[in-house]
């Protein structure tokens, strides 16, 4: 019987978990910016420049200083930046002062983070989506990335290899 209760327990606290993932993955962005959407939906977006994403992809860098995205509560946002791939948001970087009131809001939005040594940061997987905290000297990177957009970047690349190959 006590088997029993703890296997209960432990599938309720997996479940509670996985309901705070949902509610990332329902969120799909930072406030109205949402990734996997058109950089044209994003209010005051200002093209910075082109890049070569994974030394192999051409994106383009955005940001945008709208107001309504400025601030998390009462912690200022100090640089919005949006990545893109054909137009669409795969990747958005906000930076913003270093107050532990956001990592409390986050933990409390999505679950507790996991910490991984690698990348000396927390993170957070859904299931379309990531979110990575990282803390630095004066400042925290929150970096949302979308796993469609970025799988839609390898399906290109393959099909450019397929172009190459059926030419011979």
């Given amino acids: 019987m006590k088997a029993f209760y703890t296997l209960l327990f432990l599938f309720l606290c997996l479940n509670l978990l996985s309901q705070d993932l949902a509610e990332l993955d329902k969120r799909n962005g930072f406030k109205e910016i949402k990734l996997g959407f058109p950089i044209d939906s994003v209010k005051n977006a200002v093209f910075k420049k082109d890049i070569i994403e994974r030394k192999e992809f051409q ?42 009131k956001v990592m409390r809001g986050l933990e409390k939005s999505y679950g507790k983070a996991t910490y991984s040594i690698r990348i000396e940061s927390y993170y957070w997987k859904a299931e379309t989506l990531s ?4 803390g630095h000297r004066k400042d925290v990177k929150l970096t949302y990335r979308s796993g469609p957009v970025i799988r839609m970047m390898y399906e290109d690349k393959g099909k450019q290899v397929d172009a190459v190959a059926d030419d011979f």
């Fill in 59 to 100: 994106a383009k860098v955005y940001e945008t200083e709208y107001p309504d995205y400025m601030t998390i509560g009462d912690v200022p946002v100090k640089k919005i930046s949006l990545k893109t791939y054909k137009d669409l948001i795969y990747e958005i970087d906000v930076t913003t002062a270093k107050d532990p």
């Fill in 131 to 134: 979110l990575v905290y990282k």
